[in-house]
């Protein structure tokens, strides 16, 4: 029986990350590059779309509260990840960082479990990229079919001259006395707008990773600009209207229904577990240690910088939406163009929508590239087949990799509901923190005298908050996206055992043997 159990040495790990060569990944990031990259990651679905809803559905104005948590909670997983990033500056994120520390069980599980945080992440950006663009276009009169712009089953009906979907106009529908059956209906059937998005980001990560970077970085100097601009219009015009502001603002944590995460502090914590979606991105800085230039140095400066400034946007972008706005008003794809059309500026929603097509662009982009970097480091293990880390002579990127990846993401995000990715994504990440920050923890202790350029304060504190805030989260998602994670992961185990320890390099090495 296979020592299951079986760490991967840490002198191995740093004499893979020190190849050269082209079948290694090229090192052509610095600092800015990686603060870029987590930006990237992190302002997109959360800010664009997910703000509105849980303010509605859960936390009213107190969902700054939410933001605030749910950055805490990062904060304590960013330090945990940004003392592995430095000390381990290799491809595999949290997969490597339990595979020096738990044992290949864990490590084959985590990897398993970022499938979940990059690949239905990139799946789940993509289909409200794809809403963004179709509604973009519609506004200035183009109209693509609408059974190509929804995922299979999804009811689409023509109110005022525009293609929307029925969930999400409903209200709309009722409050203005409109018989939904009176209307044009189209169901889905391929949501072909997500899919070319995905095919797209896939072919910029195939041809380079300092060409992707620089695509990136161009990306979130427009979206952050956009945002400050809302901010700036918002803040406007609350300084000007106080009394909107305060009416919008009143009462602030809105009084519990009597029922678990609807309003109340459980409101605030439901609300945290569902824009924890907000805040996925910065752990894929760390996909990219075998990509820095002095990831020693520049890994926690990207980790952390991103983090900080993406919570400060939100905190600001979530209570002057709020302010603006009724939150009973923001449960719609769009909150933010709402928010600022309420204002009065009306270019302003065209602004946003612009923005949100290109930060959600940029998120695809890095999620995507984590996932290729994961399943890079996998196959250099043995767990995956080899093809899985060919490393193109040219382009130095794991192409096949990127390739495989990008297809399925683009039929994931053309056939499955956003709702059903979203949650996947959330759990996914959070026992991704849960693991990292208890492998800080562990390496503490079994091996102190590492040399760490840095270090996580506070040790074992921080490690066990991160553990503690990530698992209530995780505790207030609902039964069936645990039951969905539990057959994931069983089918993860199927896989390993009928491949990846059979194929384990730790493993033959353990063993005296040698694998072709």
């Not at 929508?353 to 890095?366: E, F, Q, T, W």
């Not at 995780?474 to 199927?494: D, E, F, K, N, Q």
Request: charged content about 10%.
């Amino acid at each position: 029986m296979s020592n299951l159990l079986a760490t991967k040495p840490l002198e191995m790990i740093m004499a893979e990350s020190s190849e050269g060569g082209e079948h290694s990944l090229k090192r052509a990031l610095g600092a800015t590059n990686l603060i870029t990259l987590g930006i990237g990651a992190i302002i997109g679905a959360g800010i664009f779309v997910l703000t509105g809803a849980a303010a509605a559905q859960y936390a009213g104005p107190a969902i700054v509260l939410s933001f605030i948590l749910a950055g805490i909670a990062c904060a304590f997983a960013g330090l945990c990840y940004s003392e592995f990033a430095a000390l381990i500056p290799i491809a595999g994120s949290a997969y490597t960082y339990g595979y020096a520390t738990l044992g290949e069980i864990f490590a084959w599980i985590i990897g398993w479990d970022l499938i979940l945080e990059y690949a239905f992440g990139a799946a789940t950006v993509a289909s409200g990229w794809s809403g963004y663009v179709n509604s973009f276009l519609q506004d200035y009169g183009i109209h693509l079919p609408p059974s190509l712009t929804a995922t299979p089953g999804t009811d689409m009906v023509m109110y005022n001259n525009r293609w929307e979907r029925l969930a999400t106009i409903l209200p709309t529908l009722q409050a203005h006395g409109v018989d939904p059956a009176s209307l044009t209906h189209v169901q889905g059937s391929f949501n072909l707008v997500a899919f070319i998005g995905i095919v797209l980001v896939t072919v910029i990560l195939v041809i380079g990773i300092q060409e992707s970077a620089n695509f990136n970085s161009a990306i979130v100097i427009i979206k952050v600009a956009i945002v400050l601009t809302f901010i700036a219009i918002a803040g406007g015009f609350i300084l000007k209207n106080p009394e909107i502001a305060a009416r919008n603002w009143h009462p602030f944590i809105p009084p519990n229904t009597g029922e678990f995460g609807h309003y109340g502090w459980s409101g605030i914590v439901r609300g945290a577990a569902v824009i924890f979606f907000a805040y996925i991105g910065f752990d894929a800085v760390s996909t990219a240690a075998q990509e820095a230039k002095k990831p020693q140095r520049d890994m926690p400066i990207g980790i952390l910088g991103s983090l900080v400034i993406c919570t400060i946007l939100y905190i600001l972008v979530s209570g002057l939406l709020t302010g603006v706005v009724s939150y009973t008003t923001l449960n719609v794809p769009d909150p933010v163009a709402v928010g600022i059309d309420h204002t009065g500026v009306r270019w302003g929603s065209v602004l946003v929508k612009l923005g949100a097509i290109a930060g959600l662009g940029s998120v695809m982009l890095v999620m995507l590239l984590g996932q290729s970097r994961v399943f890079f480091s996998m196959s250099r293990d043995g767990l995956l087949p080899e093809w899985a880390g060919a490393v193109h002579a040219r382009f130095r990127t794991p192409w096949i990799s990127s390739i495989t990846v990008g297809i399925f993401v683009a039929i994931f995000a053309s056939l499955i509901p956003i709702g059903i990715l979203g949650e996947l994504v959330s759990i996914g990440t959070l026992l991704a923190f849960v693991i990292v920050c208890a492998g800080v923890w562990i390496l503490r202790v079994r091996r102190p005298d590492l040399p760490r350029p840095f270090k996580t304060p506070m040790v074992p504190f921080v490690p066990i908050m991160g553990i503690l805030v990530a698992g209530l989260m995780m505790v207030s998602l609902p039964l069936s996206t645990w039951l969905r994670l539990i057959v994931w992961l069983a089918i993860g185990m199927v896989i390993y055992f009928g491949y990846g320890r059979h194929h384990s390099r730790v493993q033959a090495a353990a063993a005296g043997r040698q694998l072709k």
